[in-house]
């Protein structure tokens, strides 16, 4: 079956670093769009950021853009989400997400969904 695993989360201080990592299974990686996701308590989940079958033209939000760098190894199976300058308010858990070839913003429109990797920015 398809797994989806995160990894990379943890605790930083503001203006930090860190690396998201999504190692994915059970299913032909290269054919898949990448999208992560976050969800803070009590509001929506939100795209971070998402990556297309064959890389290109990756998706970021004006809250991240400029923050926040997706890439993928389908060698690996793996995306990543590189994330620095983080602020208080980018802490939330976050997901990477599957759809088959193009990228896309919303949740509804993933099929197949990781647990998640907690991030915590302390101020």
């Known amino acids: 079956q398809v797994q989806l695993v995160e990894s990379g989360g943890g605790l930083v201080q503001a203006g930090g670093s860190l690396r998201l990592s999504c190692a994915a299974s059970?299913?032909?990686?290269?054919?898949?769009?990448m999208g992560w996701f976050r969800q803070a308590p009590g509001q929506e989940r939100q795209v971070v950021s998402a990556?297309?079958?064959?890389?290109?033209?990756?998706y970021y939000p004006d809250s991240v853009k400029g923050r926040v760098t997706i890439s993928r190894d389908n060698a690996k199976n793996t995306v990543y989400l590189q994330m620095t300058s983080l602020k208080p308010e980018d802490a939330a858990n976050y997901y990477c997400?599957?759809?088959?070839?193009?990228?896309?913003?919303?949740?509804?429109?993933?099929?197949?969904w990781g647990q998640g990797t907690q991030v915590t920015v302390s101020s």
């Open positions: 997400a599957a759809r088959k070839f193009l990228l896309a913003t919303r949740p509804n429109e993933y099929e197949y």
């Open positions: 990556i297309s079958y064959n890389g290109g033209m990756p």
């Open positions: 059970g299913l032909t990686f290269s054919s898949y769009a």
